[in-house]
């Protein structure tokens, strides 16, 4: 729980950096207990600047995947990095991680390198209008994609200009995604789709299959790009992109976040159909052709292949999800729990179904002051470093924040 030494942080970063602290690191909005700064991560586990130690159930807001200073993912790191890293040149580890990435997604004939989710998303947007010059561009609302003026979800600094060209549907709605490329006429340049709704503050919900097939077939009337935005959910999903299992391929993925195990690459994959167009774009970063979180990131797909790490984070949260909803009867707690039980969202509802935001607090903050780092409202990750104790300690902790919020309901 936050202590003494986390609070005299604070104070001082209040004085060096603008709000104290910014984007999805700040915890303004986290509940009381949540602490600001942290000293260690090994594994699972997650130690604040005061010692206390957390069962790590937001995994980074998704990077780590399987556990924190991994040996052998970051010993490739550390080899890449005594030979050469940020240089005047790429090393060849570029070329074997293109290899390697589309030998694994069966999408892609093609990769390109960069180092946030945003960077991806960005190139993703320039190669579909640069594929046919079209301007229109489809998300859906809600859908989080990055914090570029064009797409961040606080719209503070940004001008409507911005987000002159995006037409917004509704994901899983065929008849919004109709309308909305209705209304792009022949200015179609793509659609973006997540690979399941994982927005923040509302139920997740996973993808009907016939929105995505249509998607596909839209794009394909319309000869625009389909674009899948895998940056939260690749490789949690399966070991292929994560529309692979539905029967849909699409012409670009955004890749991010557990692609290397924390250390900083992402990717936009494409195929044949979008090489032309990529190739067009001039897109580039100072540290984007860096060969030590390239090596991480060879290391961490090979670790993808070999090692049963998804079966396993689907087994720890089932685990999780059968526990907690057993917990959430027993103590008559309106508990919802969705998306996959991997990467779910937890969160305490009204009888409507809404997020209950004083109580989903509540129950986050009795989690985190037990030791096991929950979020309120954002999905959470199960990470393949975690163990049947670790998600057994979890269950029992949220029985007795359960039963103390339960209690506090009949007053
Ligand atoms: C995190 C995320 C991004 C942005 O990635 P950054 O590395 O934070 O820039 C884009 N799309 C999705 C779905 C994400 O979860």
Not at 58 to 84: K, S, T, V, W
């Amino acid at each position: 729980m936050a202590g003494k030494i986390d609070g005299e942080l604070r104070a001082r970063a209040a004085r060096v950096i603008p709000g104290g602290m910014y984007g999805h690191q700040s915890v303004a909005l986290l509940p009381p207990h949540a602490p600001q700064f942290f000293v260690r991560a090994e594994g699972a586990y997650l130690w604040d600047a005061d010692g206390n130690r957390y069962i790590d159930f937001m995994c980074g807001y998704g990077p780590n995947l399987f556990g924190y200073c991994h040996p052998e993912i970051d010993a490739a790191y550390a080899r890449q990095m005594a030979e050469i890293d940020v240089a005047t040149g790429p090393t060849p580890r570029m070329v074997e991680l293109a290899e390697a990435f589309t030998g694994m997604v069966t999408h892609a004939d093609w990769a390109m390198f960069c180092k946030n989710g945003t960077d991806a998303s960005s190139m993703a947007l320039l190669t579909a209008r640069a594929y046919r010059g079209r301007k229109k561009v489809l998300m859906a609302s809600g859908a989080y994609h990055g914090a570029a003026p064009w797409c961040t979800p606080i719209p503070a600094g940004t001008v409507e200009d911005d987000r002159a060209h995006f037409i917004y549907y509704q994901y899983n709605d065929v008849r919004s995604l109709e309308h909305a490329v209705a209304l792009a006429g022949d200015d179609l340049a793509a659609i973006f789709a997540s690979p399941f709704k994982h927005d923040v503050f509302v139920d997740q919900e996973l993808p009907d299959p016939a929105y995505a097939r249509r998607a596909r077939e839209l794009c394909d009337e319309k000869d625009a790009l389909l674009l899948v935005d895998d940056i939260r959910a690749g490789f949690r999903i399966e070991r292929n992109c994560s529309w692979a299992h539905l029967g849909v391929e699409p012409d670009l993925s955004t890749w991010g976040k557990a692609i290397a195990n924390g250390h900083p690459i992402s990717a936009l994959l494409g195929n044949d159909r979008a090489r032309e167009a990529a190739s067009k774009i001039y897109v580039t970063g100072s540290f984007w052709f860096a060969g030590a979180a390239m090596a991480a990131s060879l290391e961490t797909l090979r670790l993808i292949r070999e090692t049963d790490y998804l079966e396993r984070t689907i087994a720890l949260g089932d685990r999780l999800r059968i526990g907690l909803a057993a917990i959430a009867r027993a103590r008559g707690i309106n508990l919802s729990q969705t998306g996959p039980s991997q990467m779910p969202l937890i969160m305490i509802v009204d009888d409507e179904g809404h997020c209950d935001f004083e109580n989903s607090s509540a129950f986050a903050d009795g989690m985190i002051a037990g030791g096991a780092y929950f979020h309120p409202f954002h999905n959470m990750f199960i990470g393949a470093a975690m163990s049947e104790a670790d998600i057994d300690r979890a269950l029992e902790i949220a029985d007795g924040v359960a039963k103390r919020i339960s209690a506090s309901a009949v007053v």
